[in-house]
């Protein structure tokens, strides 16, 4: 493969990450909608019985997920061959996931004392299986930096699940809404697939060698990362009664929709971007500049979702989620810690050395298990919320020394890096705190229009403060606002 040229592949890159973060906004904003019609007409026992379902489930997934189109994308011309073993893989995956799930759904409804949870598993299980069916071939549109497709199955997907969401919770007005939704989804993304990128299911192995090598690190890592990310709602059901886990899942899934919907969708664009780059010093460049504009672009919100989480809660959710508040105030101080972490799996991947993966994962779960086990026994809630704040700075600890590692980037520029943030988030945070008093308004449209005054000033403030600092900055300047300028210059010429 003939490398591009840095500036075309730099604007390609732009280009696609406009494409998978516009899809994933898109995606997180009917989420999100979904979200807020089922809290109206369902009850936080309701959602707390389906994140508990959901827990097991989504571990059950990542565990067994395979590194099949990060494979594909690392080869140049993708033959028929390799299509069908990757939709072999797929299927059997999602099989194996789909019946291991309906094994353990007794046991997981005697470990958590609740019945329902037989039938709901099993139900749930059907997601995974077709999401393994998804057609291979879109991976062609990846290589090309064409992520329309991606665009098309996530807001179809995404539409049906909230049609068929809503629909149920009228109908029914119980915790099948949910699950229902969950299931519609995948099964329409499936169809779209194979409308985008036609191919004739056939079952084979025959390129399993290329598959293979990365497949024992990779699954491995996989466990350890899946049981990390889902660790709290595994352990909590088991401390809380249903209303309280089910207010901490709903904050933590407000929690994850910044993250959701900037940082996933631009890591296949960055992979794509990282394989094409010949050295490790300029890797670690690229690294740099792509962790910089995530945190560029995530750290704002997740500080104005810890602000205003009381009017959040109260204006979105209603009164009887008022509990959730709290947690929602807490979680997104304590993600804003791990967003410099969010490519280093990309780079270890691209480094070949996936073991350094599983050392990080083994790090993070240990830290986590023992911190929130003891401080959560001996303080409740605030002594788990105190244990994840310490174990995401272990594992940013440890993901700076994996870096250095893998590329040769040193701790002291990769600290400089994040340092430069320090300051406009800072001042962005000063001038959201009178949003803490916002939630004494007792009007809510005259809390609602307040608190959007108060976060588009922090904004304002924000966007000066890196303009200021770009100015001020040597001639490399920012390259986030670089990046934005650009962009805007690109779209909106006629008015700049």
Not at 26 to 54: E, I, Q
Not at 120 to 133: D, E, F, Q, T, Y
């Amino acid at each position: 493969m003939s490398l591009r040229e840095p500036s075309s592949l730099s604007s390609q890159t732009a280009k696609a990450g406009t494409w998978t973060v516009g899809s994933k906004l898109a995606s997180k904003a009917l989420d999100f909608v979904t979200l807020l019609c089922l809290a109206r007409l369902l009850g936080p026992s309701d959602f707390g019985l389906v994140a508990m379902a959901m827990s097991s489930v989504l571990i059950a997934e990542a565990i067994f997920e395979m590194p099949v189109a990060a494979a594909l994308i690392r080869e140049p011309s993708p033959t028929k061959d390799m299509f069908d073993t990757a939709l072999t893989i797929g299927l059997t995956r999602g099989l194996i996931v789909g019946m291991l799930l309906c094994a353990l759904a007794y046991p997981l409804a005697l470990f958590y004392d609740e019945p329902r949870l037989t039938t709901l598993i099993c139900v749930l299980s059907l997601a995974p299986v077709m999401r393994g069916l998804k057609s291979p071939k879109l991976i062609l549109f990846t290589q090309r930096f064409d992520f329309r497709p991606d665009f098309i199955l996530e807001a179809a997907g995404k539409i049906a699940s909230l049609c068929a969401a809503v629909a149920m919770a009228l109908y029914t007005g119980s915790y099948w809404a949910i699950a229902v939704g969950t299931v519609v989804g995948p099964m329409l993304m499936i169809i779209v697939s194979y409308i985008y990128a036609p191919q004739r299911p056939v079952l084979s192995l025959k390129d399993w060698s290329m598959f293979a090598p990365i497949v024992g690190w990779y699954m491995l890592s996989q466990i350890l990362q899946s049981v990390n990310w889902q660790l709290e709602k595994l352990l909590l059901p088991r401390f809380m009664d249903l209303v309280s886990f089910g207010r901490y899942s709903v904050a933590s899934d407000i929690t994850a929709v910044p993250y959701q919907s900037v940082v996933q969708p631009l890591f296949r664009p960055f992979l794509v971007a990282f394989s094409q780059i010949p050295s490790h010093e300029k890797l670690g460049e690229a690294y740099l500049r792509a962790t910089s504009t995530i945190v560029f672009l995530v750290a704002p919100a997740l500080v104005l979702l810890s602000i205003l989480a009381d009017v959040v809660v109260t204006i979105l959710l209603g009164p009887s989620w008022h509990g959730a508040a709290f947690i929602l105030t807490c979680l997104p101080l304590i993600a804003i810690i791990s967003l410099p972490t969010a490519l280093v799996n990309s780079i270890c991947f691209l480094a070949d050395k996936m073991h350094l993966i599983v050392v990080k994962n083994v790090i993070e779960l240990c830290s986590k298990l023992m911190l929130i086990c003891s401080l959560g026994y001996a303080y409740g809630l605030y002594g788990i919320l105190a244990g994840q704040a310490i174990a995401a700075a272990i594992s940013l600890t440890t993901s700076l020394a994996i870096v250095r590692a893998s590329i040769g980037l040193s701790l002291a520029r990769q600290a400089k890096e994040g340092v430069k943030y320090f300051a406009p988030i800072l001042l962005m945070a000063l001038c959201l705190v009178p949003g803490i008093y916002l939630g004494d308004v007792d009007h809510p449209l005259q809390q609602l229009w307040l608190s959007i005054a108060t976060a588009a000033a922090a904004a304002l403030v924000y966007l000066g403060s890196m303009f200021f600092m770009a100015r001020m900055s040597s001639s490399e300047g920012l390259h986030e606002y670089d990046f934005v300028m650009q962009y805007l210059r690109k779209r909106f010429r006629p008015a700049i």
